[in-house]
């Protein structure tokens, strides 16, 4: 659609009173109504109420949108047409469908600029929707006429609306769980599987693990409260809200999640880890499931592994040039240890796989030992921990070794024996790459001699740890530039003399309003120069190990993320909430200074 009054900033409240399409009470009245369902906005209020102009507003939606107007009095849809969007969905968005041309389906809405109800058509059809504009009373007749002719209309709830969306589109590739020989177990288990079997659980599920593929989510959270079911996505770090099914849907949306698992549905008191893969528009996606019990039911977490959505690549992930050339550089040595770390989601794992793929050849053998494995690889070997049976990442780690491996890949550093061992494998000529969970490059010097590696070890293995975030990157589509506020500047580091320009968003259609879309990474390389080697071996401080890896040229994970918002890659709010001020290099700074 076209974009001209919202970029220009145009109140589309202040313009339905100036063009005496509403008055403005009816206007704020419409405003209090829409606190009751977020889901819909201004004008939906008034349309429904019958307190607008309908012709003057499909009017303005089409001269200042450029949304095509359409008249539906005469037109004929084809049957196959409406079948595409349920009569539900049709009554709850005043909606119907006009025609489809290959894969992009023409939808007539009264309010065609309700993303909320756009966004529940995609679902529903799997079809790219180009939104046009009706006249709201001849799409009611409309929809009555097609769908509803010589029926008793039935009223749509919410709840309704929220779980009618099909999902044909998406094949679960997950067999069924296999049947407990209990006899109590097989009576509850049956009574689950019918539940989970039903087609409103089934189409919820689905709607939900299609709108988390399609915004690209790295997870979908399935949360049980005391009254109702919370279900949440995180999208470039941020979690969103989706839907709120009804509590008596939540025991049977987990039972449907464990059948597409392998997991035993009648278990409730432990926790489960699985994993399946559904395939929509023509690929594979992997979905990790993880159920845990909680107070008012089982929690699930499913994190989508979609490798058609994850670029690995090391030129692809946000890394400035110097930094590529880095990780190549230490990634091409015969042996030694590379090390990423940061929290949870921070990427590291992309990183390492990254690598991996650069290094893959037919002349390497690449092994790793993961805890799950998260992305298959072909041509690597991937080894998945399994606790419950012994095999550990030690023990995996053993037996590894004595496949003679060129590089290997641990999952994550977490004790002194796994870290014993890969220590050992980079002095025997391997190339390993790992995680650890420190909260910057040189951080992870201390936790390594806390666990109780020596020093000198560090020295001769490491070839250089990376510690890294996420920052979400700016929409290039409504992104505009500022100009820094003064009191900004020493904050920032910068000089006051030169003039700054920073970026924001203001959110359209491309990013949802959330102004951001897609992520970037920022980094603070730390690499063994022959200097760092030498003060690791006298036991330095972190902090004097961080003030000189500054001197030679590293930039903190603070001065990564300034130089992606002067660059209009991110936004200035993106590096207050991701990175932390340097006040250990400061201090340590002002220390050197003192003594000399």
């Not at 100036?18 to 704020?28: F, G, H, S, T």
């Not at 094949?171 to 020989?181: F, T």
């Not at 399994?386 to 070794?401: C, D, H, K, Q």
């Not at 951001?516 to 003060?535: A, K």
Request: hydrophobic share 40%; net charge negative.
């Amino acid at each position: 659609m076209g974009e001209t009054g919202k970029e220009s900033g145009i109140d589309i409240k202040d313009l339905l009173v100036r063009e005496n399409i509403a008055k403005r009470e009816d206007v704020e009245w419409a405003e209090k109504e829409i606190l009751k369902n977020p889901r819909k906005q201004v004008v939906d209020a008034l349309l429904e109420a019958g307190r607008c102009h309908e012709k003057k507003l499909a009017s303005l939606m089409s001269a200042l949108y450029g949304y095509r107007l359409v008249s539906l009095k005469m037109l004929v849809i084809h049957e196959d047409i409406l079948a595409l969007i349920p009569p539900k969905i049709a009554e709850a968005y005043s909606c119907i469908p006009v025609s489809i041309l290959d894969k992009t389906l023409t939808v007539a809405f009264a309010n065609p600029t309700n993303l909320n109800a756009i966004d529940e058509v995609q679902i529903v059809t799997g079809k790219r929707v180009r939104a046009a504009v009706a006249e709201y009373s001849v799409l009611k007749e409309c929809i009555r006429k097609f769908y509803f002719a010589g029926q008793k209309e039935d009223p749509v709830s919410e709840n309704d609306k929220e779980m009618d969306p099909e999902s044909d589109e998406l094949v679960c590739l997950a067999k069924q769980v296999r049947e407990d020989s209990s006899e109590t177990q097989q009576e509850e288990t049956a009574d689950l599987m019918a539940m989970a079997s039903q087609a409103p659980v089934v189409k919820l599920v689905n709607m939900v693990l299609l709108e988390g593929i399609r915004r690209k989510a790295s997870d979908i959270f399935i949360e049980p409260w005391e009254n109702y079911v919370r279900v949440r996505i995180r999208v470039d770090g941020i979690l969103e809200e989706i839907v709120k099914p009804q509590k008596s849907f939540g025991a049977a949306v987990v039972s449907r999640i464990k059948i597409m698992s392998h997991l035993n549905i009648a278990e409730h008191r432990v926790p489960q880890d699985g994993r399946f893969k559904v395939r929509t528009q023509g690929r594979e996606v992997d979905m990790r499931v993880s159920v845990l019990p909680s107070s008012f039911g089982e929690k699930v977490c499913l994190r989508i592994l979609d490798t058609g959505s994850q670029a690995h690549d090391i030129s692809k992930l946000g890394f400035l040039e110097k930094e590529q050339q880095l990780i190549r550089d230490c990634a091409k040595k015969p042996h030694g240890m590379i090390l990423v770390t940061g929290p949870t989601g921070s990427g590291k794992t992309t990183t390492l796989y990254s690598i991996l793929n650069y290094l893959d050849s037919p002349q390497v053998n690449i092994t790793t030992v993961e805890d799950p494995v998260e992305y298959q690889i072909p041509g690597i070997n991937q080894v998945n921990v399994r606790e419950s049976i012994g095999l550990t990442f030690p023990v995996a780690l053993r037996s590894i070794l004595r496949q003679d491996p060129d590089i290997v890949l641990i999952g994550e550093i977490r004790d002194a024996e796994t870290l014993d061992i890969a220590v050992k494998a980079a002095l025997t000529g391997h190339l390993v790459l790992s995680t650890l969970h420190t909260n910057d490059s040189v951080s992870s010097i201390t936790r390594m001699v806390n666990l109780g590696l020596e020093p000198f070890l560090i020295a001769s293995t490491v070839l250089m740890i990376s510690a890294q975030r996420l920052v979400r990157k700016l929409c290039p589509r409504c992104k505009y530039a500022y100009d820094l506020e003064p009191e900004m500047y020493p904050i920032l580091g910068l000089d006051p003399a030169k003039k700054i320009q920073l970026w924001r968003a203001k959110g359209c259609s491309q990013c949802r309003k959330m102004g951001y879309q897609g992520r970037s990474v920022i980094t603070e390389i730390f690499e063994m120069s022959p200097d760092m080697l030498d003060l690791i071996m006298q036991g330095v401080s972190a902090d004097v190990l961080k003030a000189k890896a500054r001197a030679n040229g590293m930039n903190t994970l603070r001065e990564s993320a300034i130089a992606k918002a002067l660059a209009g890659e991110t936004s200035i709010e993106e590096v207050f909430r991701v990175s932390t001020e340097d006040q250990e290099l400061n201090r340590s700074s002002k220390g050197d200074a003192h003594e000399d």
